[in-house]
């Protein structure tokens, strides 16, 4: 019997025909790659994915299956996962179930046999562009519907969590801004004692200060950071308690401070990118997963200054506050998945927030 079809279509005209697996039905989205060798549940749930059709330039996907500890969110929002080779037959001691069968459960399309590293050529030399999985043949009507098509802006306010909650800790206390945020970030505040309140997307800054946090952690989260005006007022009205952004958090703190963000080419997504620190020197291998970044030419009078840097492009990859106690970073120091390099940024969150209590005392 011959294997069933399914396309992916690109904006830019490609087509490529592989084979369906995960949902059955067509998705639309914005495609990207990943590089990671490991960590494809986190990435498929990692909510700053929503709206995007995931390539994982990997060959083999799926070879130790999902299961249920390592998911970085619980309805993830990716619009597909483009493989090489979906596995069918998992092995791995925690393995509930296939990539497959997780996609299917969580209504993702998949597209398998496709040259990836095709793709990947393709998105670095043209950028980062539209594409559509479908299972009919494609006609020229599917390209122009796709270019003509334009996305959703409102990804933070469907990934964040609608209602506040708390996941205890004996202290300091955290209040964890939520614009898509990774579980693994929450797992790795509590892991050094904080005692977390999750909040959502558009608390205001009064609403926060009346909880009388030590410290506010900003998350990652989908989309363009542009997008979401009102999340940079509260951030800027929250300057001057001790603050730690992540990836879109890094972003919202330089958009507060009067920084401008710029959409990049094809982004960083993978587990194994270098970054410098500039205060040690010292070279951090770090997770990461963005498509914007700070424009460094626009950082002169907001008070930031540059603390890290990308070593493959030169970008902003870490910031600081001269005035303010806050500090951010491009990357996913909380790692899940990825190398833990970057994890001594917790000690210094917390030591950020020891260091304002003591002056409090
Ligand atoms: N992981 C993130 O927080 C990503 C931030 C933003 N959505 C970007 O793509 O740059």
Do not use: W
Not at 35 to 43: A, C, K, P, R
Not at 108 to 124: E, Q
Not at 269 to 296: A, M, Y
């Amino acid at each position: 019997m011959l294997k069933e079809k399914r396309y992916l279509v690109l904006e830019d005209g490609t087509v490529y025909e592989g084979y369906p697996f995960g949902a059955n039905r067509a998705s639309e989205g914005e495609l990207v790659f990943n590089t990671s060798m490991t960590g494809v549940q986190e990435v498929i749930t990692d909510l700053s994915y929503t709206d995007q059709i995931i390539t994982f330039t990997y060959p083999l996907t799926g070879n130790t299956g999902m299961n249920i500890e390592d998911s970085e969110s619980f309805n993830p929002q990716a619009r597909g996962v483009v493989v090489r080779e979906a596995c069918t037959d998992p092995s791995n001691f925690r393995t509930t179930e296939t990539l497959d069968a997780f996609l299917k459960r969580h209504d993702i399309p998949g597209i398998s046999g496709i040259d990836t590293r095709s793709i990947t050529r393709k998105l670095r030399s043209g950028g980062v562009m539209k594409a559509v999985i479908t299972d009919e043949t494609y006609h020229e009507d599917l390209i122009e519907l796709l270019q003509n098509s334009t996305f959703r802006t409102d990804q933070v306010k469907r990934a964040s969590t609608k209602t506040p909650y708390i996941s205890t800790g004996p202290g300091p206390r955290v209040v964890l801004i939520d614009y898509g945020k990774k579980e693994n970030i929450v797992r790795q505040l509590n892991s050094y004692g904080c005692d977390v309140t999750v909040v959502p997307h558009d608390t205001t800054a009064d609403e926060i200060r009346q909880m009388r946090p030590d410290g506010v952690m900003l998350s990652n989260g989908p989309g363009d950071p542009a997008n979401i005006p009102d999340q940079i007022k509260t951030v800027k009205a929250l300057l001057g308690i001790p603050l730690f952004g992540i990836c879109m958090g890094h972003q919202l703190l330089g958009l507060a401070c009067g920084a401008k963000t710029y959409k990049m080419k094809f982004g960083h997504r993978g587990s194994n990118h270098p970054v410098k620190n500039l205060s040690t020197g010292k070279i951090e291998i770090t997770s990461q997963n963005h498509g914007f970044s700070i424009d460094p030419d626009t950082l002169l009078g907001t008070g930031l200054e540059v603390t890290h840097r990308a070593l493959n492009d030169d970008t902003v990859e870490g910031m600081r506050h001269t005035e303010y106690p806050a500090f951010s970073v491009q990357y996913h120091p909380e790692a899940g998945a990825g190398p833990h390099d970057p994890g001594y940024l917790f000690n210094e969150f917390i030591e950020l927030m020891n260091i304002k209590e003591a002056n409090h005392a």
